[in-house]
């Protein structure tokens, strides 16, 4: 229910004459008004803290004339009340000390009142009397009660000129208690706890004062009356104990939600905008959660509420420092990212190709290390810095476009080439065949550049016709290593990336060198190990072939080295 429902759910309350009556009704609701103020100045907070962030005008909450209209009514009936509760406390110990009075007086005719029309007056007059004092204090009920009661047994049962009156009214007094036994059992079909509570005490008031039953009817009546009686304050017990359970499993969802929401704060790692805003659904999730949760007991839910209120705050506290110091550090990388923009725009006419696209990747990779510049500068620098770069590469795109069509010429010359060193048929003599494989090399070479799109194809399609032919040549050690190298060479020479190639050739030759001395060390240094013995011997003949063997690769691989140099 909103506010303005439980303001006039309070007037109408209020507005009743019997304060203590409504009391605990008032009580809940207050309770339940103070939970929608609570949960109202939660949200006011966030907005604020919503509009900080957002750089916006905090706005000045406006007074809020039904929670001051709901506490001035709140606090008028509680000093009403307390006012009832005062005037009851005095009213029953005025009527405690007037039934112990009437007690004493009833105990005075019992045991001195000879005469019985005397005795039988002075009993109706005290009785008519108890029954007008009202209600005395609850603790003190029981034993008045049974002292009178006591006091009315003897009283009849020694007065002789009261017995043929007596067998009538305990036949009487009998009905009459078998009517509020029946009337007790009845509550059983009331819904409404609160009407049974009432009415139970009024009930339990009636017994008391109907006076003494038949005694062969007595035993009886107690038990019917007492198990009714049992009955029926069992019902509230459980009632009670179930609202007592509900409010507490309630509690101890929110104390779960509570150490949910604060286990989050404390693990908090977050380091990007990602991890806070990953963060902030959990914990808004958390508080969606609380929102669908029922009442606790009053002290300990106002106790976890504030802890929880707490530990939201210090989230929303910390994610607004981050945030904060998050906007400085935007500021800087836009000014960064702008100075790259500039750079970017100075090169974008440039005709140097090569070292412009090597500078513009360099600027663009440092682009990438910067990170996010935030939304107010991000979006426009990014398309201001893509403009720019796409502008360089446009152009050398273009560029190259009208190169591969002044090429297309080379393109040609290769493919008839190809297919002329397919259809080719190699001379018998050996060395008239590798002069003419040789030939083919150095024309390919020399025919020049073709279209970068296809300089791929047409280089692996020169690769295989050659490769094709070697591999018809029958060539045997030594010089079948020579010639697949400088085969190897010639086919490397002719790469699209002719000079890193050959580069990446002779490191890996001197690193494969590198190693073989590496073995040959230790080679060395494990002959020293060996005893003179027959097994060691072998040993040692195995390892002495062993660095035989590494030195002719370290001269076969200096070899090729020196043949690449030839070659370059």
Known sequence: MDKATLLDGLKALVSQEDALAVSREVNELRSQFEDVVLEEDRQFQIKQLEAQEAGETVEERPEDLVRKEFYELVAAFRERRNEQQRVKKESEEANLRR?????????????????????????????????????????????IQSDYSRLLETFFYH?????????????????LKQEVIRKIQELQNVSSIKDIEQAIKGLQ??????????????????????????????????????R???LTANLEKKKALANQALELVQQLSATSTKDWEAATAQLLAIQESWKTIGFGPKKE?????????????EFFAAKKTYFDSLRSQFDEIAQKKQALVEKVEALKTTTSWKDTTEKILAVQKEWKSLGNAGHRFEQRLWKDFRSAC??????????????DEALSGNLDLKLQLIERIKTTNLPEDKKEALALLRDFATEFNAIGKVPLKEKDTVYNNYREALNAHYGKLKLEGEEQEKVQFQARLD?????????????????DLNEKIKQLKADILQYENNLGFFAKSKGADALRKEVEGKIAAANRKIEEHQRKIKQLGQTA
């Open 99 to 143: 039934k112990k009075a009437l007690i004493e007086r009833l105990r005075g005719v019992i045991d001195s009142e000879e005469n019985i029309g005397a005795a039988l007056t002075a009993y109706k007059e005290i009785h008519e009397a108890w029954k007008e004092v009202g209600d005395i204090p609850r603790d003190k009920r029981q034993d």
């Open 159 to 175: 007065i002789k000129i009261y017995r043929d009156l007596r067998e009538h009214d305990l036949k009487r007094n009998t009905q």
């Open 301 to 313: 839910n106002e106790e976890v509420w504030k802890a929880f209120r707490a530990t939201c705050d």
């Open 491 to 507: 086919t490397l020479k002719a790469s699209p990336n002719a000079d890193k190639a050959l580069a990446r050739e002779r490191f």
């Open 205 to 242: 008031n009636e017994w008391d004062e109907i006076g003494p039953v038949l005694n062969e009817e007595w035993e009886q009546l107690k038990t019917l009356y007492w198990e009714a009686v049992k009955a029926i304050y069992a019902r509230i017990q459980v009632f009670y104990d179930e």
């Open 390 to 403: 796409d502008h360089f590469f446009e152009a050398k795109q273009a560029f190259f476009a009208a190169q």
């Open 244 to 246: 007592r359970n509900e």
